[in-house]
C-alpha cells in the first residue's frame, strides 16, 4: 500500500509544488488504512491546509486505493 500511496502522492505534489509547498509521505498503515503525511513550505502554514489534506489529498486516496481509510497530517 504505501508504494501506491506514494505513486499518487508523486502526482499530486506538482500542483502543491506550484503554489510553494510539498507533500511528504510519513507513514502508510495497511492494517488501519491511515495515511500520514506532512505538508511543507507554504502548505505547511497556510490556513487552507486542512481543506488541502482532507478534500484534496484525501479524497484522491481514498478513490484511487480503496483500502485508505484516513489521510493525517503529522
Known sequence: MKEKVQDILDKIRPSLQADGGDVELVDADEATGIVKVR?????????????????????????????????QQV
Open 39 to 71: 505538508l511543507s513550505g507554504a502548505c505547511g502554514g497556510c490556513p487552507f491546509a486542512t481543506m488541502t489534506l482532507k478534500n484534496g489529498i484525501e479524497e484522491v486516496l481514498k478513490d484511487e486505493i480503496p483500502e485508505v481509510k484516513e489521510v
